[in-house]
């Protein structure tokens, strides 16, 4: 059916509905859209967008004068968005003279043009802190100083830890987040006018959830709904077209359903994974005698399992290789675990844009790599760590044995939390797991430096040089990376947008 039949016939589904429809506004549709470098080319695109009845335009960053030109030849409302993306409260403080002047540079470039409809200072930045909000605040000030225009943001819902003086005048939410961003807690938030929406579907155009998006956004009123240009010029021939054409007139309008579609589910390799590991944690404790026998005597009666240990009554050769392996899977799991219950999509943008994640590779299997990597390197560095101070490699097996030995009770904590994450569970008790999975990994170290200090001679040293040492290198380590480095601003951006 070509384009005017199909037409034809969705206006007539329209008139023969209209009696029982109530009346409603026209939708409001946008274009984030990347102008191209001649301008004959860009008036032909906005040419194609006034056609879809598009009405609102999203541009970032300084265009030539030429572009701005053939903007006045239309009747597009347009929102420039400043490049500030992913601003943490560490990485403003940084920048924040840069920051200004940026914002203000695009201020006075752009405000005396009359299509002007927003600025947007910053989008998807750390705007939960107070911290944050203290430091952005002065540049909202300065900027109010240059123009009234609107000055916006975009983020994942409406909740600030702005002023109500200082704070942006409405929010551009990410469209996955609607239905939370009506729901923010006001016992510690202040809700902010919702000014658009930007909905981004990675699963192409379906009818369905056009129609849902519609009804999600109707509530903030007569606002932009943007989509991205490259994906609006992907769909166009899967029903986006007629739908932007039908809902820019009528709201309420409808359209046929296509039939469902049933997919296969990709498998969950993470629950297959763990599955495996119990597998030969089931085959170790069948072929290997001493490790049957011995598995639960580190915690039913440590002492004696210590003196064997320690004594070499009970030797063990294979057994740390492979619990140290187990361990880095398990760890890998830990890591890929936490990524798929905290981050988003845009959460994942964040990341991508502070760590070196390969564009060429799955984030969960780097999120996973990443942490089967640094636990087998972890592992090494604190088995020698444990023995070394005692300055006698004899104590190597039992410091890699003892160490190793109670990170086994790992593989049953990552396992519920994989379950909690697949079934969807509650957050409280996800992040619970986290922490004993945590507690456990950091103390086996503390327990396997106690148990081997009692066959020194030189306690003293081996305790200055064994756990005091290591809790005054991992104290700053942690205290670099998360207050200097801003990494622990940089997740909880990634968790909160």
């Known amino acids: 059916m070509n384009r005017t039949c199909r037409l034809t016939l969705s206006f007539l589904i329209l008139i023969l509905l209209l009696p029982v429809l109530p009346a409603q506004a026209q939708r409001h549709f946008g274009i984030i859209w990347d102008p191209p470098s001649g301008e004959r080319e860009a008036a032909r695109e906005l040419f194609g967008y006034q056609q879809l009845g598009i009405r609102s335009l999203m541009i970032e960053g300084i265009h030539e004068f030429g572009i701005l030109d053939v903007l006045h030849g239309f009747d597009f409302e347009v929102a420039v968005?400043?490049?500030?993306?992913?601003?943490?409260?560490?990485?403003?403080?940084?920048?924040?003279?840069?920051?200004?002047?940026?914002?203000?540079?695009?201020?006075?470039?752009?405000?005396?043009?009359?299509?002007?409809?927003?600025?947007?200072?910053?989008?998807?930045?750390?705007?939960?802190?107070?911290?944050?909000?203290?430091?952005?605040?002065?540049?909202?000030?300065?900027?109010?100083?240059?123009?009234?225009?609107?000055?916006?943001?975009?983020?994942?819902?409406?909740?600030h830890r702005f002023g109500d003086t200082d704070r942006p005048d409405g929010v551009i939410l990410h469209l996955s987040e609607a239905e939370l961003n009506m729901m923010a807690d006001p016992g510690t938030d202040t809700l902010i006018p919702v000014a658009g929406y930007i909905w981004n579907p990675a699963d192409?155009?379906?009818?369905?959830?056009?129609?849902?998006?519609?009804?999600?956004?109707?509530?903030?009123?007569?606002?932009?709904?943007?989509?991205?240009?490259?994906?609006?010029?992907?769909?166009?021939?899967?029903?986006?077209e007629d739908a932007l054409i039908i809902f820019a007139g009528d709201s309420d309008a409808l359209l046929p359903k296509p039939r469902l579609q049933t997919e296969t589910p990709s498998p969950n390799w993470h629950i297959i994974l763990v599955i495996l590991v119990w597998i030969s944690f089931a085959v170790h404790f069948a072929i290997f005698p001493n490790y049957n026998k011995s598995l639960f005597r580190y915690f039913?009666?440590?002492?004696?399992?210590?003196?064997?240990i320690f004594e070499k009554r009970i030797r063990f050769s294979t057994t740390p290789v492979f619990l140290n392996l187990q361990t880095a899977v398990l760890f890998g799991l830990f890591f890929y675990t936490l990524y798929s219950f905290h981050i988003s999509a845009a959460g994942l943008d964040v990341l991508g844009n502070y760590l070196p994640i390969p564009d060429w590779m799955h984030p969960g299997i780097f999120f996973f790599s990443a942490g089967f990597l640094f636990k087998l390197i972890f592992s090494a560095l604190m088995t020698f760590w444990v023995f070394a101070p005692s300055l006698d490699t004899y104590w190597l097996n039992p410091a890699a044995v003892t160490y190793i030995w109670p990170q086994q009770l790992l593989l049953p904590v990552i396992s519920l939390m994989i379950t909690i994450d697949a079934a969807g569970g509650p957050a409280g008790l996800f992040n619970v797991m986290a922490i004993i999975f945590l507690v456990i990994w950091l103390s086996s170290f503390y327990v396997a430096a106690f148990n081997?200090?009692?066959?020194?001679?030189?306690?003293?040293?081996y305790d200055t040089l064994s756990w005091a040492l290591q809790l005054a290198v991992l104290g700053g380590v942690f205290w670099w990376a998360f207050i200097q480095a801003g990494l622990l601003d940089v997740l909880r951006l990634a968790a909160f947008v």
Do not use: C
């Open 81 to 159: 968005s400043v490049p500030q993306t992913y601003l943490t409260a560490t990485e403003l403080q940084k920048r924040k003279p840069a920051s200004l002047d940026l914002v203000i540079s695009h201020v006075e470039y752009y405000r005396n043009h009359d299509f002007i409809s927003s600025f947007i200072l910053f989008s998807d930045s750390q705007v939960n802190s107070s911290r944050f909000a203290n430091r952005a605040s002065p540049i909202i000030r300065e900027a109010r100083i240059s123009t009234d225009i609107p000055l916006l943001h975009i983020n994942g819902n409406t909740r």
């Open 204 to 240: 192409g155009f379906d009818t369905r959830h056009f129609q849902e998006m519609l009804r999600l956004t109707r509530p903030a009123g007569d606002v932009p709904v943007y989509f991205h240009a490259h994906w609006v010029a992907e769909h166009l021939e899967d029903g986006l």
């Open 300 to 308: 039913s009666n440590h002492k004696f399992f210590i003196e064997d």
């Open 452 to 461: 081997l200090r009692q066959y020194v001679e030189r306690k003293t040293l």
